[in-house]
């Protein structure tokens, strides 16, 4: 248990270990799957196709991304520029007096288009409340899935800062004794506290710009419904007093507001095609975790491929094992050596055996449950070992006599070794949980079973009642237009519906 190379083998080890992780684990601002690639129009290349996979960092999956929504922008652009059109042509026709729209239409007709008006007018106030619960809902399960994602990201941080406090334990016990393993320690603790500074800026950046994002959509949708519902609202007032000024007013409001319905159809189904995207490149990660077919991130090059973990933390079981296995073999070697038992005393003479927390080959997995029950825990060598201590100054025969077979001048050492060792197996479980990215593998998993089908549905549901409202609105601005044509000139009582040949 003196002999310092025995316990470099496994510190070794485990430096490779962690300095092959912190080299790629700037996770969560990389790349998600590239293995799915999409065929979209990219505006930013001449609409030529882009042929990328989700990646959040690139500019061109987003302006690719954004384009599907073209439908909704060309509409609002058509629609303006008809109504520009379209009511440049009636002021110069009017100024000229040559607009002349009247027509003595009987009562039924005038019955039908008010009917007709207040149809449209009902279906657009009804789903304009189901943007209201639609926008909301989709905020709600936007703001749980980045919890979620960013939540995995501050648990990684977490559990790197955990593994650091053990590296920093064992560098602090081995500094006296063996400066080549405390130069590696100190290089990989000030490597791994760089990453975790990383991980924090970024989950603090990307949860201030996902809440600006979230924040940006929702209030969007809630100020275009609120405005929408005052003047739909307003419109039948309008409606029932036959102001025609104010008529003229609310289609030239409708007409605006059907635009913007418009911009936001095809911005909502944007982001109801990242949605899916986004869902899609976690459900297929979940599916298939083997970073050479589906790499979700980056940092899971180096860590979600099970077969690779599992060779990590094999290695650092075996080196564990083999120190142990040799500590153990160190000791009865020094106690036959001191005691030096005699053949009547040979079958009585046993030595308790440091208990070896890991499994045998080919695995190595940590099973500190498989030791015998009279094996001597790690963790009460350091007082055992203290017993069976014989100080220098002590006689050799009465050392014999007492037990006391372990040379004190390999005792400090040996106790820093064993020490370190503990730590090591107390961390153990963070460097399993660091190895096989589980807290970014929970929050994957979470977001893939049970958030992205609420969320997609949400998003779906959002761009459906926008949609709708659009075609609606442009409906029933039509019909207004058609009603101030009917109604110009004639004269009406106060919520009538039929004209009157007098004034009341």
């Not at 684990?25 to 042929?51: E, W």
């Not at 941080?157 to 064992?170: R, S």
């Not at 050392?399 to 040379?407: E, L, M």
Request: net charge neutral; proline share 4%.
């Amino acid at each position: 248990m003196s002999n310092s190379k025995a316990f470099q083998l496994p510190l070794i080890s485990l430096l490779l270990f962690t300095s092959v992780f912190t080299h790629n684990s700037s996770v969560f601002a990389s790349n998600f799957v590239r293995n799915q690639t999409f065929t979209r129009p990219d505006p930013l290349r001449h609409f030529r196709l882009y042929k990328g996979g989700y990646d959040i960092r690139d500019k061109h999956y987003w302006a690719s991304t954004a384009f599907t929504g073209i439908h909704g922008y060309a509409m609002a652009g058509i629609w303006m520029l008809f109504g520009l059109t379209f009511g440049s042509y009636l002021i110069v026709k009017t100024f000229n007096g040559g607009f002349h729209p009247f027509i003595n239409h009987p009562s039924s007709y005038y019955l039908a288009s008010f009917a007709l008006i207040v149809i449209f007018t009902s279906i657009a106030i009804i789903f304009s409340s189901l943007i209201l619960v639609a926008n909301q809902s989709s905020l709600h399960r936007s703001k749980n899935l980045m919890d979620t994602i960013l939540g995995g990201g501050t648990s990684m941080k977490q559990t790197i800062e955990a593994v650091m406090n053990g590296l920093i334990k064992i560098q602090t016990l081995l500094q006296p004794y063996d400066g080549e393993a405390y130069d590696l320690l100190n290089h990989i603790t000030n490597q791994m506290r760089k990453e975790t500074i990383s991980i924090q800026n970024f989950v603090k950046e990307a949860r201030n710009a996902s809440n600006h994002a979230m924040k940006a959509v929702y209030i969007a949708n809630l100020v275009f419904v609120t405005v929408n519902l005052v003047v739909l609202v307003g419109g039948c007032v309008v409606l029932f007093l036959h102001w025609h000024p104010g008529f003229i007013i609310l289609i030239i409001v409708c007409w605006i507001l059907t635009t913007v319905s418009w911009i936001l159809t095809g911005f909502d189904f944007f982001f109801h095609i990242f949605a899916g995207d986004t869902c899609s490149a976690f459900e297929k990660f979940e599916q298939n975790q083997n970073p050479e077919s589906n790499s979700i991130m980056s940092i899971l090059s180096s860590c979600s491929n099970t077969s690779n973990s599992e060779k990590f933390m094999a290695q650092i079981g075996y080196t564990v094992h083999k120190y142990i296995a040799e500590s153990n073999s160190e000791i009865t070697t020094l106690a036959h050596k001191m005691v030096q038992p005699n053949e009547e005393s040979d079958d009585s003479f046993v030595i308790e055996r440091i208990c070896d927390p890991f499994s045998t080959s080919p695995n190595y997995n940590y099973a500190p449950s498989d030791c015998p029950q009279d094996s001597i825990q790690i963790h009460d060598l350091p007082n055992i070992l203290s017993t069976l201590t014989c100080e220098k100054h002590t006689p050799t025969d009465i050392c014999k006599a007492q037990g006391r077979f372990f040379p004190e001048s390999s005792y400090g050492k040996t106790m820093a070794y064993i020490q370190s060792i503990e730590n090591l197996i107390a961390t153990y479980p963070d460097l399993q949980s660091l190895a096989g990215c589980t807290p970014v593998k929970h929050a994957i998993s979470d977001v893939a079973l049970h958030q992205c089908e609420p969320f997609k549905t949400s998003v779906r549901f959002l761009w459906a009642c926008i949609f709708t409202v659009s075609i609606d609105m442009m409906m029933l601005t039509s019909l207004l237009i058609v009603k101030a044509c009917q109604d110009k000139g004639k004269y009406f009582s106060w919520c009538s519906i039929v004209p009157m040949r007098h004034p009341c």
